[in-house]
């Protein structure tokens, strides 16, 4: 067969005592922006969502720079504003089929929760994203709007290999790589689908940890404590009412 199975990486965010790699969440919204925002949709996520890597007034800023669709008038007319935080991100067609016409038919998948639901996960998309260039296997045909990705289904992609060694600049001068764009632009892929991820990590482990306090502290009673009252006996003693 031509498709192959990503190779699972060493992410940090799936390490015991690790978050989200923050930083690289912040490069990835910049290759995101840059490279996959004119054809990929993040229907699910709002501006005020990025505050959790970028400062609220970034935030503002950002949302700002994008019109979208307000209030009609009271002609009925419609009108464009200014975005907020609270809008979502503003999506690169107006519909399925605008969006189908502009890419020989194929439909973009939206990003929002990608990694949750693709079957690999993190490791695919990374591997998705680095996997050109292979070898073509013989007996496989590509026509001029195809290319060969052993991590694709079937080995046949339509969309053509995004990434490309220096093709944007980083806001901080991390070198941008292909695999380092690759890297980043997953992680920021896994915030969007997973966005309360350290958050959920840390309830778990203060539930772990109460639940440990809890079973210690039972165990101490019924060891030490609860034997006082195990060893006690009830005794009847009728009274002597002729006394």
């Not at 632009?185 to 306090?213: M, Q």
Request: aromatic share 14%; with cysteine; proline share 8%.
């Amino acid at each position: 067969g031509v498709d192959s199975h990503p190779p699972a990486l060493p992410w940090p965010h799936f390490q015991w005592f690790q978050g989200l790699d923050w930083r690289s969440v912040r490069r990835g919204k910049e290759v995101y922006e840059q490279v996959f925002a004119p054809c990929h949709s993040l229907s699910f996520i709002k501006y005020r969502h990025f505050e959790a890597f970028m400062s609220k007034e970034e935030v503002k800023n950002m949302a700002a720079s994008f019109e979208v669709d307000d209030d009609p008038d009271e002609k009925g007319e419609a009108r464009k504003r200014p975005g907020k935080r609270f809008d979502t991100v503003v999506q690169p067609y107006k519909n399925e089929q605008e969006a189908r016409y502009a890419n020989n038919g194929a439909l973009p998948p939206d990003l929002s929760v990608i990694t949750n639901a693709r079957h690999g996960g993190v490791d695919y998309i990374y591997a998705l994203l680095t996997g050109y260039g292979r070898p073509v296997p013989g007996g496989v045909q590509l026509s001029t709007t195809q290319w060969y990705n052993p991590y694709f289904h079937g080995g046949i992609i339509g969309m053509p290999p995004p990434l490309t060694d220096d093709m944007i600049e980083y806001e901080d001068g991390t070198p941008a790589s292909v695999p380092q764009m690759a890297k980043d632009v997953t992680c920021f892929l896994e915030w969007c689908s997973n966005p309360w991820w350290d958050e959920r990590k840390l309830l778990g482990y203060k539930t772990i940890a109460t639940l440990a306090v809890i079973a210690v502290s039972s165990g101490y009673y019924n060891r030490f404590l609860s034997g006082l009252w195990r060893s006690r006996r009830l005794a009847f003693r009728p009274f002597n009412y002729s006394k």
